[in-house]
């Protein structure tokens, strides 16, 4: 488990640093500053989140069984996907709907780590 979530929090960081160019770069003389900062936010939760996936990796090497850990990870990640990700691309496409969804990432990420704090207060 632990090697899983140390390469996927390492490719979320890269994608994080990547992202982050790319809006500053990229994006800062396309985009209104409403939907840069939009944009800004996601590439903030990207990046710790994507920490949030390394300490799992690394917790996991002295819990290699405990399940809350596996689903704090995966809730991460999800929570990437689903709130980074809907910010990405409400912010490039202007779909105000997506902004809907953008709260599910954010449970999963409250979720991830109420689960990552049980698991260390259990298993420490």
Do not use: D
């Not at 396309?30 to 939760?45: R, S, W």
């Not at 996991?60 to 405990?66: C, G, Q």
């Not at 996907?81 to 809907?86: D, P, R």
């Amino acid at each position: 488990m632990g090697k899983i979530f140390l390469t996927l929090g390492s490719i979320a960081m890269a994608l994080a640093v990547a992202l982050g160019a790319f809006g500053a770069h990229g994006l800062k003389s396309k985009l209104t500053q409403e939907m840069l900062e939009i944009f800004e936010t996601g590439v903030q939760y990207h990046f710790y989140h994507a920490l949030g996936l390394l300490a799992v990796g690394i917790i996991a090497k002295y819990l290699p069984n405990s399940s809350l850990l596996s689903w704090s990870g995966w809730l991460m990640l999800a929570g990437i996907l689903i709130f980074s990700g809907s910010l990405y691309i409400l912010s490039i496409s202007g779909i105000r709907w997506l902004g809907a969804i953008t709260p599910i990432g954010g449970i999963c990420f409250i979720t991830a780590w109420i689960l990552l704090a049980l698991t260390v207060w259990k298993g420490f």
